[in-house]
């Protein structure tokens, strides 16, 4: 994964209602959810939830797919696990990390 990939993944999630449908989309599974479900769930108006929709699939973070008359949004965990094995590429200088009790990650 390049670095503009990472950037524009993070940049797309670092806005509150992004993060909560992106969220969303992981909990529901590869079954996704309709716009509608989403709407409903998350309490945004159709025209919000349709930027939102737009910004987090242009990053690659969500994908779409028609089914019917319906469209199915899901989360891209492949894109997901990317960013997250970007950013932890050179933890612990390769050595492993211990999780403390306080959920927070030390390496040996």
């Known amino acids: 994964m390049e670095e503009h990939d990472v950037v524009k993944a993070l940049a797309a999630l670092a806005q509150p209602s992004r993060l909560r449908v992106f969220r969303t989309l992981v909990v529901a599974g590869p079954m996704g959810l309709t716009p509608g479900a989403l709407s409903e769930e998350l309490g945004l108006a159709a025209t919000t939830l349709s930027f939102h ?56």
């Open 53 to 108: 929709l737009k910004e987090l699939t242009n990053a690659g973070l969500v994908s779409q797919q028609r089914d019917g008359r319906n469209l199915i949004y899901r989360a891209a965990y492949a894109q997901m696990n990317g960013v997250l094995a970007y950013l932890t590429a050179h933890c612990c200088q390769g050595e492993a990390c211990l999780v403390t009790g306080a959920g927070a990650s030390a390496c040996c």
